[in-house]
């Protein structure tokens, strides 16, 4: 590099870091809900607050969909009961995966689940409906009561939403209503048994953030809505709020904190800057001899595609699993015809992957080569698990 790429180089990354050292210092006030997050609509002070409601019982976070947790939990010996917990502004929960939560509840667990919104097969299967309270001009304080304790609440909504509230139904037990600048009594807060167990459907999640939690003058409320639920072990979905694409990617630990994520950022730019000003060729072009084509994979794409155009999710499901086992048979040298613990496990060790990665890929395509589906939730859920092997993630 000459004496002037030098010195442009220089020159751009003190702008760079002129530009970082001068950047705004504004509060960030997008509603993450996020556990370990520190910003004002994060939730880390409420769940830092679990163990001593919960007399130090322990937390498990769930970082995948629930239906793959409960896959795996179906593999593990019998545990105790527990208390599953979402706080998040809408809870994007797929169809499958409540199902399984269904199943759970119904054995006897307890959910807890606060969001300003909820899927409509949800509300659908618990027989309950959501709406809003216009959105008001100015910033006006609610108030959120109990109907079977005396503590209540006051805050100043920082989320420019509506405020949600359950309509008023016959299915549902009232515990909990809000009030705005002492208007109409509007239910936030119900119970709906169902079998063996409870949900618990909060639709005011904005009061377990860092900010309410900090601000608040009296904790009893919280006190007095956590009570409602038993003393035992708590799953924390994570999942709900996490996107794939971000949770799958190496660097989501340097992109969540902003001191790294700018140090890659000018990392990546002064490498961008050496390759720009070392543009040169150091020998002859190299020809490049194309390897020969896999029309065996051609063809499988094709059919698979013909399959999803006509919406036969169930035809392509059973085109993937052929070719997955026949790629494991080619490959790893192992018989498909039964898919038990031998195989997972022999499948393991040739291939490097992980058991449990192993074990809940095999426990899926064994039972999705018994079922005829006809959505696309499940097709994706394969594909994603059949990626993730190949790929080695």
Not at 137 to 163: M, P, R, V
Not at 286 to 305: A, G, M, R, W
Not at 371 to 383: A, Q
Request: glycine share 4%; net charge neutral; charged share 20%.
């Amino acid at each position: 590099m000459n004496k002037k790429g030098v010195f442009a180089l220089c020159a751009m990354l003190l702008l760079a870091v002129f530009i970082i050292a001068n950047r705004s210092n504004k509060v960030d006030w997008t509603p993450t809900f996020d556990e370990n997050g520190t910003k004002p609509l994060d939730t880390k002070v409420f769940f830092d607050q679990l163990p001593a409601w919960f007399n130090g019982k322990s937390t498990k976070k769930i970082h995948t969909t629930f239906y793959e947790y409960d896959q795996y939990l179906r593999l593990q010996p019998v545990d105790s009961l527990k208390n599953y917990i979402s706080i998040s502004s809408n809870y994007h929960i797929d169809e499958t995966s409540f199902e399984a939560l269904l199943e759970y509840v119904a054995y006897g667990n307890n959910a807890f689940i606060s969001a300003h919104s909820f899927p409509y097969f949800m509300k659908d299967t618990l027989a309950f409906e959501t709406t809003y309270h216009p959105i008001d001009l100015e910033e006006k304080t609610t108030t959120l009561f109990l109907n079977y304790a005396q503590d209540s609440l006051k805050y100043l909504s920082k989320i420019q939403l509506g405020k949600a509230y359950v309509k008023d139904t016959t299915t549902v037990k009232k515990l909990g209503y809000l009030s705005v600048d002492g208007e109409k009594q509007l239910t936030n807060f119900v119970g709906i048994p169902f079998y063996d167990g409870i949900f618990y459907i909060h639709t005011t999640p904005e009061v377990f953030t860092n900010y309410q939690m900090l601000n608040v003058d009296d904790v009893n409320y919280l006190n007095a809505v956590v009570s409602y639920l038993p003393n035992v072990p708590i799953l924390l979905d994570k999942a709900i709020k996490i996107d794939a694409e971000v949770d799958q990617s190496p660097l989501r630990f340097i992109t969540s904190r902003e001191s790294l994520r700018w140090a890659w950022y000018l990392l990546l730019l002064a490498i961008g800057l050496f390759l720009i000003f070392n543009a040169k060729r150091r020998q002859r072009i190299v020809p490049i001899i194309l390897p020969l084509k896999n029309t065996t994979t051609e063809f499988v794409h094709t059919v698979s595609n013909l399959h999803y155009e006509a919406e036969d999710y169930n035809g392509v499901i059973q085109k993937m699993i052929i070719h997955f086992l026949e790629f494991v048979r080619s490959n790893y040298h192992l018989s498909t015809e039964h898919l038990n613990q031998d195989f997972i496990k022999k499948l393991a060790l040739k291939s490097g992957r992980p058991l449990e990665q192993v074990q809940a890929l095999v426990l899926l395509i064994s039972k999705m080569r018994t079922h005829n589906f006809k959505t696309k939730e499940p097709l994706i859920k394969l594909n994603k698990a059949i990626e993730k092997f190949y790929n080695n993630d």
